[in-house]
């Protein structure tokens, strides 16, 4: 994945079925900050790992849940989908909680 630059503001952020969770805020230093869409949020949160927002409402977009950045959107890997969790999401959770 290439890293983020200024012009990936604006981009529409999308799960691996190209439903909107969100679109790019601002990028600084690297790191793209996401304005979530309004519906399941707090499922979207989770689903991304995301804390707490920043002041201005957005919240640091980690790497690692890319899966690739194009000229007209972001596209989050496939265990990272809209207002869901996957089955893959649930073993890590449960491996999680039985340790």
Known sequence: ???????DEGLPVVDINDNPVGVVAAVE???A?????????????SSLGLGEANEDGTYPLRKEVVDRVTDDKVRLRG?????????????????????
């Open 33 to 45: 900050y996401v304005e979530l869409d309004p519906g399941p949020v707090e499922a979207i949160k």
């Open 79 to 99: 265990d990272h989908v809209a207002g869901k969790t996957t089955n893959r999401q649930a073993r890590r959770t449960e491996t999680a909680k039985s340790a």
């Open 29 to 31: 230093s690297g790191t």
């Open 1 to 7: 994945m290439r890293g983020f630059t200024d012009a």
